[in-house]
């Protein structure tokens, strides 16, 4: 049995993908005999199946304050963290810049134990020129160190890999693992499913609608959704999600804004939609388009998106991160409905062949393996 130490700024109850996907992944490799802590953000002590809770007190007033999602934690977990990863067998990171997870990097080196770091973003285009700033500062100190020094570095998509591999000189070959898709719930829908559907949710037959999913934070764009709301009256665009720029706010009559929802309800949303739109740029590969187009659903995501999975680009709906570009490609859409129902099925195939979080289950299991056999190898001699 291998003891992982699996470290996240959130659980996934915050509802933002990097600790949506650590979840789907932990709970795997908990199913073939993984023991893992998990160490996050949380007043809660709430369990999970198979997985013992690590809950740190934190302070998260960046994201209150600006939208940047950065807890601090409290002094106690420090003492805590050294005892989780004094019992572990191996350190699993989710992104390398947070407190938390470079603590329990130095007191991993500091006891010899294997780091494995899941990369999932790398440049984020903050409209301040000092976020961006200090965020570049940080990649190549914090990082750096971290990437360089780390057992083994996963990144979900090329992009962001690319990215590091221009200012890190890793131990081991940086690899490419995508997040999977629960295809059990992930799924397309018959016509008569999806229509039955689409009435329980309120939406009207000759009336399309657009979907976002997502933090309502700046990363996301928010602005620019605004602007699509605004330029297709026609259109109804439903909002899932938190955070400070509730699209609510808005007061726009084809504007619905439901909350937040825990992750497997949300897929009715997406198995609803004729169009999920996601103008975000900096980010290495959203779930939530993988989660749509594995529904069926299209996809209008940005051109910097598109990159951050091989062979997106030629089933996406693509445009650049403005209101001009991105209104034109809603327009042309939504004038073709004959294109845009014909693209489920394309994105649907597409997402079934390529993302699978049993798969992905399997190669995290074998580097476990391989990392703490090399481990009792080395003890032995």
């Not at 160490?39 to 690590?54: F, H, P, Q, T, Y």
């Not at 810049?97 to 010899?112: D, E, K, S």
């Not at 034109?328 to 062949?353: C, G, K, S, W, Y």
């Amino acid at each position: 049995m291998i003891r992982v130490f699996l470290v996240t700024h959130h659980y996934p109850e915050h509802r933002a993908g990097v600790e949506i996907a650590a979840g789907e992944l932990a709970h795997r490799l908990a199913r073939r005999g993984c023991r893992i802590t998990w160490a996050a953000s949380s007043s809660s002590i709430r369990g999970d199946a198979g997985i013992i809770r690590l809950p740190m007190f934190n302070w998260n007033v960046l994201e209150r304050w600006i939208g940047i999602n950065y807890p601090l934690w409290g002094p106690c977990g420090v003492f805590r963290i050294w005892r989780a990863v004094c019992a572990c067998d191996v350190v699993h990171l989710h992104e390398c810049l947070y407190l938390g997870n470079v603590l329990a990097f130095f007191f991993a080196v500091l006891l010899r134990k294997p780091v494995v770091v899941t990369q999932h973003a790398s440049v984020i285009p903050y409209s301040s020129a000092l976020l961006r700033g200090l965020l570049g500062l940080a990649n190549r100190l914090f990082g750096k160190l971290v990437l360089a020094n780390a057992s083994c570095c996963l990144f979900i998509s090329p992009k962001a890999m690319s990215y590091f591999m221009r200012i890190v000189r890793f131990r081991s070959s940086p690899k490419y693992v995508p997040n999977g898709v629960d295809t059990s719930i992930f799924r397309p829908l018959m016509t008569h499913h999806r229509e039955h559907v689409r009435a329980k949710l309120g939406c009207q037959p000759d009336r399309p609608m657009a979907l976002f999913v997502g933090r309502f934070i700046e990363l996301k764009r928010l602005d620019l959704m605004r602007e699509l709301v605004s330029a297709f009256p026609s259109v109804h665009w439903m909002f899932l999600g938190s955070g400070p720029d509730d699209p609510k706010q808005w007061n726009l009559p084809n504007c619905q804004s439901v909350g937040s929802l825990p992750h497997a309800e949300i897929a009715q949303y997406y198995q609803a939609a004729d169009l999920l739109v996601l103008p975000s740029e900096g980010e290495g590969f959203p779930l939530v388009v993988q989660e749509s187009m594995a529904c069926g659903t299209p996809v209008l995501i940005t051109h910097d998106t598109a990159k951050g999975a091989p062979g997106v680009e030629n089933v996406a709906f693509t445009a650049d991160a403005t209101a001009d570009s991105l209104r034109e490609a809603v327009r042309t859409i939504m004038n073709d409905p004959e294109r845009l129902a014909q693209q489920r099925h394309v994105v649907a195939e597409f997402a079934q062949t390529r993302w699978n979080w049993e798969r992905c289950a399997d190669r995290y299991l074998e580097i476990f393996q391989r990392l703490t056999l090399r481990v009792d190898h080395r003890s032995m001699g």
